[in-house]
């Protein structure tokens, strides 16, 4: 059985209220993962705690075998460059640069090389050369996406990836994102309101009275 790529043990944070606690998880290879609840649950901030962003008040998390509150600064920052990818709701892209500059400089980062097919799956290729301010909302958020994917993560991390599309640009953003997590035996952890985009991962928890709880099993 293949090691997992993530592994979050007893973790536990609070602002000005408690959020959650003895929240455990592990995701491995080929694995999806979605976690619904209120706003205001902690989702997102379970999310960037997983991704090395927040440091948990209380826990562990373990990303390719390290520690990853233990290491230094430069340490977590190169196993996140080169082994994660976050896709937000809001886009986040260089504004005055093309949608392929910006797949181009995470690429460049990574130093990964673009494969151009990830452009036409995501309906893209005809945009892809346009400054991002001329692109739509749901054409941002997939060039984003691009972003994401280009790098070649090993654990991708998703904030309602799908929050601002419509209906049939989630399906597709998802269905690229699951291909993606099966071809190259990533692993992916997405937080959601959306049921319907939830039940397409293989497991669902949901994270309520400061726990995380499984909500139902899609596995087949």
């Known amino acids: 059985m293949s090691s997992p790529y993530l592994v979050a043990t007893q973790l536990a944070h609070a602002f000005d209220y408690p959020l959650y606690r003895e929240v455990s998880l592990a995701i491995g290879p080929s694995e999806s993962v979605a976690v619904m609840g209120r706003s205001g649950s902690g989702k997102s901030t379970l999310l960037h705690t997983l991704a090395g962003l927040i440091e948990p008040l209380e826990g562990k998390v373990e990303l390719m075998g390290r520690d990853l509150y233990r290491i230094s600064e430069s340490e977590k920052e190169i196993l996140r460059r080169n ?56 054409q941002q958020q997939r060039v984003s996406l691009a972003r994401v994917l280009s790098k070649k993560p090993r654990v991708i991390f998703a904030d309602e990836p799908t929050g601002n599309l419509d209906l049939e640009t989630s399906e597709l953003v998802m269905r690229v994102l699951l ?7 990533a ?24 726990h995380l709880l499984p909500y139902e099993s899609t596995s087949s």
């Open 187 to 210: 692993a992916l952890f997405m937080v959601t309101h959306d049921p319907l985009i939830a039940r397409k991962c293989n497991r669902i928890y949901l994270l309520e009275g400061e």
């Open 83 to 138: 082994q994660t990818g976050i896709v937000f709701q809001q886009h986040y892209l260089f504004k005055g640069m093309t949608g392929r500059e910006n797949v181009e400089i995470a690429a460049m980062l990574a130093r990964q090389e673009i494969e151009e097919t990830l452009f036409e799956s995501l309906e893209i290729d005809t945009v892809i050369d346009q400054k991002v301010s001329e692109l739509s909302g749901g």
């Open 179 to 185: 291909d993606y997590v099966n071809r190259h035996e």
